[in-house]
């Protein structure tokens, strides 16, 4: 609240200073007062629009642009210096000067990585906790707090969220692209909410795909393992206009996994994907992008039928089912780029999302309209400013099912946002401060704001500190706020049966997140460089599960609700470091060190010590050797589930690939994967989703061998 008070006054300074200008327009005011006054901060979210009013037929005649404004990203990526990432103020910012804990994964990065989905990728970034749970589930997040449905971690794909408002979290399984057209992937750990809304808690994954003006051609993409078969197939041109597209297809084929009896699971996986881009450059001050996908696939999975937490005394195994889960779906995005001058530029998104989800025990329907307005200018030397609004409209329909019914089974949810940050320099080159928030109105909590504050601090040139104080929020989700779980009949052994019902909490609210950051940066030369970030979280109003009714009311079954009041205090070190002592070897690794304590709040799955490290050694010109390690240490709370084997547990991988590229026109690359265990299960069992607990598999040493036509 103290940030939202201070936030308010800035903004009346600055309209008093707008009316010493020449005033307001009012009849725009007028027109959208109405739906001001149905939000409680409804005189912020006016004189955001009056602000916007204001500046936007002046800005052109403002200020010099700052070091970075005038150059378009492409230009910037061109420049082959130090990476660049948006996502965490939109707009360009140099790695090694951005006030928070960044890492940019290369397309080089991903190409001799041997990768196979996004996940993989992921595995690259430091401070993301990646596991595999079966065929087609994985456990991703950052900082440590890790399960299947990691529900504080915002995923984009070209600024479109993937981030599921059914149960929070995100369905790996449907998110792909063709990866060679993956241009990098921003990862910011820590908080985003002032830019992004809620839940980009404990951070934000971007993926960033290529321009179709810099994926003419065609390729052929052919890849074989002993569990896994995939092809992808992608042509470009140019297009009438000063524009150009691409075509892309793939389809691949999992074969099921091992579980811990040695036996064959039932966790098979096939999907098929098709999806186009176009962009146009009219002029370098007008840009369109048109991109669109649609995907279709099976899977299934073993689960167990039950709920979680168990009543009191409840113990012991319980019976397992198959899980059948048909998936499809897809999407239409719309990007327009306006530059009115090195100062100032505007930009609009509209995307359409819809998804699809069949399982042995709900359906889902889910629809979801996003527009998104951001504009950045210069209005002198000591200011930049991005602001922006937005509308999402989520249309969902939820049949009633074997496990689970919902109140209504068909809504929709309009969210309504806007956003403001500016960035002063308060001594050029050497010191900057920025500050802002983002203001959203969510039917299930009201209006809420997630304010942010950062300081970056250059006392010399190969010496970065940073420092920031972020609050941020995360909304409940569908199933949180409007499931009613049908009433089942449970059995964890002869003789021990019992009833259990989880029903929804139409008064939950968010959770609520106070980080405390410090970063510092040292570059001695162009070959090596260091990456230090410290980092305190509190959290407060946590969801979970408690026993509304117990197992003796009368005869009636035990229900479960999420309730806000659950604590948590995590935190932590994140270490990485980048050295390229030849031309021909380049080292990156690093480690993290996260604790967590809680009274209130325990965490099923914690990862409290992560290392990781990667090689690249170009042997000759045509023979690449690369080798990545990944050691990621997990505590689990045994008294959340009784399936787990130990209550400590350890997943580490190494992959070793050889690349051979005799030409511009082929390549041939073979990976080793897993290589240290004959099986291991990389994630410890944790609680599922709510209908009960998944069985995880043992994922096998594999090798994967990929070739690779350009034409």
Known sequence: MFFISNLQKYVTIMSEYASSRGGFQTRPYVMFREYCNSLSYRHVFTLFLI???????????????????????????????????????????????????????????????????????????????VARIDGSNWAISARGINDRFSRNLLVLIDGRSIYSPLFGGVWWDVQDTLLEDIERVEIVRGPGGTTWGANAVNGIVNVVTKSAKDTKGGLVSVGKSPDKSDFSYRYGANLEGNGAFRFYFKTFENDPFYKSNGNRGIDDYDQYRFGLRADWESSHSRQMTLDASAYGGNSHEEIVQEFSPRPPGHHGPAPLTTSQTSVSGGH??????????????????????????????HEEYIDTLDLDLQHRFIPSRSQEIVWGFGYRSIKYSIPAGRTYEFTPPED????????????????????????????????????????????????REKHNFWAALTESRRVPSIEEHSSNGKTLNISSGPGDEFQNQEIGNASQQSEIMRSEEFGYRYLPNKKISFDLALFKQD???????????????????????????????????????????????????????????????????????????????????????????????????????????????????????????????????????????????????????????????????SYFLKATWFF
């Open 332 to 361: 239409f995005r719309v990007l327009l780029m306006q530059t009115f001058s090195p100062d100032s530029e505007l930009k609009l998104q509209f995307y359409f999302d819809r998804a699809r989800r069949i399982d042995a025990n």
């Open 51 to 129: 602000f916007a009013l204001w500046v936007l037929p002046v800005t052109c005649l403002w200020g010099k642009p700052l070091e970075l404004s005038n150059l378009s990203i492409d230009e910037l990526m061109k420049l082959e210096v130090i990476p660049v990432i948006t996502s965490v103020s939109r707009r360009p910012e140099k790695v090694y000067e951005t006030p928070a804990a960044v890492f940019v994964i290369t397309a080089e990065d991903i190409r001799r990585s041997g990768a196979k989905t996004l996940p993989d990728i992921l595995r690259l970034g430091p401070g993301i906790n």
């Open 412 to 459: 929709t949810i309009g969210i309504q946002s806007c956003f403001f940050q500016d960035q002063v320099t308060l001594k050029p080159q050497k010191l900057f401060w920025t500050f802002g928030t983002k203001i959203y109105h969510h039917p299930y909590v009201g209006t809420e704001g997630q304010p942010s504050t950062r300081l970056f601090w250059k006392p």
């Open 539 to 701: 959290y407060s109003d946590l969801a979970r599960a408690e026993f509304i009714r117990a197992s003796d009311a009368g005869g009636l079954p035990p229900q479960i609700q999420q309730k806000n009041d659950g604590q948590l205090f995590l935190t932590g070190a994140e270490l990485s470091f980048q050295w390229k002592p030849l031309k021909e070897f380049r080292l990156v690794g690093g480690m993290s060190e996260n604790k967590e304590s809680s009274d209130s709040y325990p965490v099923s799955v914690f990862s409290p010590r992560q290392l990781f490290m990667r090689t690249y050694w170009d042997v000759r010109k045509d023979l690449e050797f690369d080798l990545s390690y990944n050691d990621d240490f997990y505590e689990t709370d045994s008294d959340n589930s009784s399936h787990r084997d130990s209550r400590n547990a350890r997943n580490d991988i190494l992959n070793v690939r050889l690349g051979w590229r005799p030409s511009t026109y082929f390549e041939l690359s073979l990976t080793g994967q897993n290589l240290l265990h004959d099986r291991q299960r990389e994630f410890p069992v944790d609680n599922g989703p709510a209908n009960g607990d998944y069985v995880p598999s043992q994922i096998p040493r």
